[in-house]
Structures are given as structure tokens and as C-alpha cells.
């Protein structure tokens, strides 16, 4: 196998999702519906876009129905073909057969580079790509294979990353950068959550990774840090400091599922894209806007 040939993704879906409790306490995070499809499946279809076949999905203890979605339903696919629901019974067909799904838990939640390294098994010694779920993206070029792309003509890590406001650079891990060409810069270093006077610049790491294996002994040696933790940065830092590593900027439209706002906001543009749902959305939030203008005005 080539050592530029991706083939395989790791999808981290172990955490405990407190940001949307009361929901989150019997259902994972990563099942919460975006329209009509859950966040992870929205993650497991950009790999797939990107020519990923291998989906390795790091779970917990609560997370079966993660496994369940991605499994066939007998009985509801002898259901909905007795019924005549051919088109929906496709789908839910499609859903099974996106690509190859490995399972490993993940048993105590010891941060991000922890979660990379229960796959290691399963990755072996070839690059792979890292996608976190809380990161919906929307983009004409999946945002994993802008990234693929730059491995393939540079052979080193490459991690996208996009431009964002100073003040929210305390939120992200944010790189130094060598600009190479519009977009791609050489990674020199990388800092998780500066104050925005600290900060090396506003180029914020987004949630997408592509890596080499050479990344495992150096997590398998990285200091465990807040909340005893294994941090990925931590992990880059180091790897960046023995070959090359690369900052793509993602092109496309990002949405931050990861907190109620976030999942609300991409739940408008997703619903208002929707081929069967978005006229009619749309409708309603111009009748919702026309409402308040003339209650303002009373």
C-alpha cells in the first residue's frame, strides 16, 4: 500500500456530549438529527466523498445506537418493502453500505490524542485522516479530500484549518504559519486556545486531519495534561517539529454542531437546502420575519 494512499478514518465519538444535556444523557450526542440524518452520518459520508473505505468509530459506554445506525435493520427493511417504501428502503440500505465499520471503545474519556490511539491497531502503518464530528461542513470539494489532495503532493500532515475573528481565537488550537501558496502554509508551530493578544495568528484548526502513522509513538509518549488528558496538539507539536506538517485552508462553509446555538444555525441552512423541505422553510421563516417586523412597528 502507498505510503499517500488514505484509506482510512477515524471518526472519536466517545465523548459525553454535556453541552446538550438533558438529551444527551441516554443518547449520544453524535445521533442528534441535522434535518433528517444524524451528525455522524454526515461525517462518515464526507469520508466516504473523499475516497475513504475504512470508517473506524472511536465509542463509549451509551453509544450502541452509533452501531445500530450503521448496521442493517432486517425487520424494518421487510417493513418498508411490504409496505411499497421502495425509495426509503434505498436509502436505508445505502446507509449500511457506505463502507467498512470498525468499532473500538474508548473507555475512559482521556481527551482527543487518547481517542486516536485506541485505532492504532486497526490503522497500522498507514496515514489516515481524523474527523471530528461536531465539525459539519459544506463544500463543493469535501473538505477531507481538499486535505488528501495536499498529502498526496507534499507527504506530511496536513490539517485544516480556517480564518477566524481574533476574539475566537481562545476557542481553537491555533497554528504559526509559513505562507507556501494561497491557502497552504508550512506548520512551524501550534498553540491550544491562546488569549487573542497571545495568539500566532487567527488560523484556527477545524477538525480535520489527515495523518501519518508516525504520530502514534509520539502520542504513546505525549504528558497527559488538563484533566489528565492526552492532547492531540500536544502530540502535533512534537510531530511538527520532525517533518513536515501543512495548514490547508478548508474552502467551504463550516457549522459548529458542537453547541446548542451552532446545531441550531446548521439545522436553518441544512433545512433550507433540503430539496423536499426547503421551500417550504424557507416560507415560514419569511412569514416568522414579516410577524416580528409589524409587531416592532405596533
Known amino acids: 500500500m502507498s ?10 465519538a466517545a ?18 438529527p441535522l434535518v433528517d440524518k444524524p451528525l455522524i452520518q454526515y461525517a462518515v459520508e464526507e469520508a466516504v466523498a473523499s ?8 465509542t463509549g459506554r451509551g453509544k450502541r445506537a452509533i452501531e445500530d445506525h450503521f448496521d442493517r435493520s432486517v425487520e424494518l427493511e421487510e417493513n418498508l ?10 436509502q436505508i440500505r445505502q446507509i449500511s453500505n457506505l463502507a467498512n465499520f470498525c468499532y473500538v471503545r474508548q473507555s475512559e474519556a482521556l481527551g482527543l490524542g487518547h481517542a486516536v490511539l485506541c485505532a492504532q491497531h486497526l490503522i497500522g502503518d498507514e496515514p489516515f485522516a481524523v474527523i471530528l464530528g461536531d465539525e459539519i461542513i459544506d463544500a463543493a470539494v469535501p473538505a477531507l479530500a481538499q486535505l488528501i489532495h495536499v498529502y498526496k503532493k507534499r507527504h506530511g500532515a496536513v490539517l485544516g484549518v480556517q480564518d477566524v475573528p481574533k476574539q475566537d481565537v481562545s476557542r481553537y488550537g491555533i497554528v504559526t504559519p509559513k505562507r507556501l501558496a494561497a491557502g497552504l502554509h508550512r506548520v512551524q508551530d501550534m498553540v491550544e486556545k491562546p488569549s487573542p493578544s497571545d495568539a500566532p495568528s487567527t488560523l484556527a484548526v477545524i477538525g480535520r486531519y489527515v495523518l501519518p502513522p508516525e504520530i502514534f509513538p509520539i502520542l504513546r509518549k505525549t504528558v497527559p495534561g488538563k484533566n489528565g488528558e492526552i492532547q492531540l496538539t500536544d502530540a502535533l507539536r512534537e510531530l511538527a517539529k520532525k517533518s513536515p506538517m501543512f495548514a490547508q485552508e478548508i474552502k467551504g462553509q463550516r457549522h459548529d454542531a458542537g453547541d446548542k446555538l451552532g446545531f441550531l444555525i446548521a439545522t436553518v441552512e441544512f433545512a433550507l437546502k433540503n430539496p423536499t423541505l426547503g421551500t417550504d422553510f424557507n416560507e415560514y421563516l419569511l412569514s416568522r420575519t414579516r410577524m416580528i417586523t409589524n409587531d416592532r412597528r405596533k
Not at 505510503?3 to 472519536?12: D, E, G, H, Q
Not at 465523548?15 to 442528534?32: D, H, N, Y
Open 15 to 32: 465523548g459525553l456530549g454535556t453541552r446538550f444535556l438533558p438529551v444527551t444523557k441516554a443518547s449520544p450526542k453524535e445521533m442528534l
Open 51 to 58: 475516497g475513504i473505505e475504512d470508517i473506524i468509530i472511536v
Open 3 to 12: 505510503r499517500t494512499t488514505v484509506r482510512k478514518a477515524v471518526i472519536p
Open 81 to 90: 418493502k411490504s409496505a411499497g417504501k421502495s425509495q426509503l428502503l434505498h
